[in-house]
């Protein structure tokens, strides 16, 4: 078992636009413990509205009797800069005014997420890591640090992201972006604003995290003469309930403006040329019917990162397949990471 632990860095975090936050926070945990030779870490890099506690929400790939254990592994996750499960976010108080930031708050990029991840790492004494791990905007924030840091990633496993947030999955996020300030109380300078607009926004969401036939088989009805109350209607009326209980609106548009800036290129003279400086071994798993990250965009990743291996995930549910099917994860990951053990200890006989 593991508790949420809290870094508090004192020191002035510079955001990518020059800007500062100050006081910053940073929750994690950890599971297992750091091996003598500090070889052993398995970093997870969380999605847009997870924490964590990575041995909840991914359990079966993570667990006492998964491929992830902290029996063998020291596992960390942390909670990304602008999310509210207990890291600075758009709701903590602004020590410049003694008032929650709201939109005060200065915007960030999967960069910001990155360069506070390897803050922590320092705090935490970690100088390698042997797997990082994460999916689509966990898969963003996994990418942009093995290529920001060379040398620290031993094994890189992307799943279900990309190079470049696209065009298609930027407008998916403002139309959500738009159904949030369609919310008048998302400008009342309160915990609780925008929540109609966020329950709208994560209806609009789920939409590109599953597929026509996933909602065809889960919320089909059984009747024919139904006019109205239909079981989809109400799986979107739940979803969306369910997501404002825990969250709030502040955060998720922070945070979907951060996974709009996702462009490894950046400052890098190009995409290509940024993937190209990919070291560790890598591992790159797309959902064959996801319609926010299409598989080509994992395709683009295996082709562009030296010597990196691409597994197609066949999946009913889409995009949310890669929280769903830690089955077939779990095989496919344990063969790749067995494999990359075996080309290490041939590659230590060739420099003997």
Not at 53 to 63: I, S
Not at 106 to 114: A, G, H, N, S
Not at 152 to 160: F, P, Q, S, T, W
Not at 282 to 300: A, H, K, M, R
Request: charged share 20%; glycine share 6%.
């Amino acid at each position: 078992m593991s508790t949420l632990s809290i870094y508090n860095y004192t020191k002035p975090f510079t955001l990518e636009n020059g800007k500062k936050i100050y006081n910053l926070e940073i929750a994690y945990q950890t599971y297992g413990k750091l091996n003598a030779k500090k070889d052993n870490v398995i970093w997870v890099c969380h999605a847009l509205t997870a924490n964590s506690d990575v041995l909840d929400w991914w359990k079966g790939l993570f667990g006492n009797n998964a491929l992830f254990n902290p029996d063998d592994h020291f596992i960390i996750c942390a909670n990304v800069l602008g999310s509210h499960y207990g890291s600075t976010n758009p709701l903590s108080v602004n020590p410049a005014t003694g008032l929650s930031y709201y939109l005060s708050f200065p915007e960030f990029t999967i960069r910001d997420l990155v360069a506070a991840h390897q803050v922590l790492a320092a705090h935490l004494n970690v100088e390698q890591i042997k797997v990082l791990i994460g999916g689509s905007l966990g898969g963003q924030q996994a990418l942009e640090w093995a290529i920001s840091d060379q040398n620290m990633i031993e094994n890189l496993i992307l799943m279900a992201t990309n190079a470049a947030h696209s065009p298609w999955g930027i407008a998916f996020n403002e139309s959500q972006r738009l159904a949030i300030a369609a919310d008048r109380s998302f400008y009342a300078q309160q915990h609780n604003g925008g929540l109609k607009g966020l329950k709208v926004a994560r209806s609009i969401a789920l939409l590109s995290y599953r597929t026509y036939d996933a909602y065809g088989s889960t919320q089909l009805e059984s009747v024919d003469h139904k006019t109205d109350n239909f079981r989809a209607s109400s799986y979107q009326n739940y979803q969306g309930e369910k997501l404002c209980k825990r969250f709030n609106a502040y955060s998720y548009w922070y945070l979907s403006k951060a996974m709009d800036s996702h462009n490894v290129g950046r400052g890098r003279q190009s995409v290509t040329k940024a993937l190209a400086r990919v070291k560790a071994n890598t591992l790159v798993i797309g959902i064959e019917n996801d319609i926010l990250f299409p598989l080509s965009e994992q395709e683009f990743l295996s082709k562009h990162i030296a010597d990196a291996e691409f597994y197609k995930l066949k999946s009913a549910y889409g995009h949310d397949g890669f929280l769903i099917e830690t089955g077939t994860l779990t095989n496919v990951i344990g063969t790749f990471l067995k494999e990359s053990i075996n080309k290490k200890i041939i590659k230590l006989h060739k420099t003997a």
